[in-house]
C-alpha cells in the first residue's frame, strides 16, 4: 500500500478495538498488518512485530491525535 507508515503495534486484537471504531467512523483508511494471522498462531506474530497499524502518512498526525486522546484518562467520561 503505497504511502501506507506504521504508526503502532499491538500483541493482542483487544488493544485496539476501540482504536479501530474510532478511525471508521473518522473515515480515515488503515489496515492492520497480521490482525487476522493473529488469531491463528499468536506465537508467530509477536515474533514479526505483532498487529501493525498503517495509515497513510497524510493522516499520520489525526491518527496519532486519537490514540493519544483514547489513552488519556481525560476522553473517558462516565454517563
Known amino acids: 500500500m503505497k ?5 503502532a503495534n499491538f500483541t493482542y486484537q483487544s488493544e ?3 482504536l479501530k471504531l ?14 487476522i494471522a493473529s488469531s491463528i498462531l499468536p506465537i508467530t506474530i509477536q515474533g514479526k ?3 501493525r497499524l498503517q ?5 499520520e498526525k489525526q491518527v496519532l491525535k486519537i490514540i493519544n486522546d483514547l489513552s ?7 454517563v
Do not use: M
Open 22 to 35: 474510532l478511525l471508521q467512523r473518522e473515515e480515515i483508511p488503515f489496515v492492520f498488518l497480521n490482525e
Open 72 to 78: 488519556s484518562d481525560a476522553s473517558l467520561e462516565i
Open 49 to 51: 512485530g505483532g498487529i
Open 3 to 7: 504511502g501506507f507508515i506504521t504508526i
Open 55 to 59: 495509515v497513510h502518512k497524510k493522516d
Open 16 to 18: 485496539y478495538v476501540v
